[in-house]
């Protein structure tokens, strides 16, 4: 399973987040501690906000891993973000090539994915068939995750996406259709596991599910109104007043547990204007 991080909040400096954390996300490509796969190494991604440049996020992916990518330490150090995501990815689907990094982007919007979808070399033929030529001719990757993003993309034409209840919404139809197509495909009624986070820079979709009644999703950790301090020595989190955001993280990035609270399961976690609610996903 793959690694993320997501930020939404005040300005902030992507190094704060990514590198200085005790167990920032550069750890966890090489010691993940709440995952059955210790190592993420087959590529890494960064996408970010700047709002006075343009609607769309900037995006940087690489095949190198993590921990070992000069380049990553240095834009972390350098950029500064309202809105940003960061993944580093233990190659399923598709082959190790930045066309398979995440996060993915199109247009105004950001996705990325940790988890699997069961079997879906058996359903790909038929969940492509339900693009059209643009969202097909979109697609420049192997993975189950873009693919996913790219059915959210097919449902969403048409639909006013300002509103992050109508995203929900949109996106709670994608897993319908994904779950029905694994019904009718799948060799068997393996788990399909979706910790996805999703943006277009002013609001947020996180989601925390599993289509399994019989199995757990995976670990998915938020906190709100807090940051990470800026003392190397002292990695950690603390409270800094009248600054509302939303972080969420596949592991703690700090030792402070009491500053965390799990993702509710099969839930979608929802920010907009800084405000957090939860929506069961059913």
Known sequence: MCRLVAYMGHKLLLEDVLVKPSNSLIMQSLHAKESHVRTNGDGFGLGWYVPHLGKTPGLFTSISPAWNDRNLLNLCRKIESPCFFA???????????????????HGEWMFM????IHDFILLKRHLRHLLDDDIYHW????????????????????RDLSQIKEVAAVFMETLKIINGLSKQYSSNAGP???????????????SR??????????????????SLIRHAQRPGLKKIKNYPMALVASERLSAFNSEWFDVPANHFMLVENYETNFIVIS
């Open 209 to 226: 599910y599993c289509n399994s009644k019989r199995h757990k999703p995976d670990s998915l950790h938020y906190l709100t109104e807090s």
């Open 139 to 158: 697609i420049q990757g192997e993975t189950d995750s873009e693919h996913l993003f790219a059915l959210f993309l097919q449902l969403a034409k048409n």
């Open 87 to 105: 993944h580093v990815r233990s190659a399923s689907a598709g082959g190790v090539t930045t066309y398979n990094c995440h996060p993915f982007v």
């Open 113 to 116: 994915h940790n988890g699997t």
């Open 192 to 206: 399909s596991y979706f910790n996805v986070c999703l943006t277009n820079g002013k609001s947020m979709l996180v």
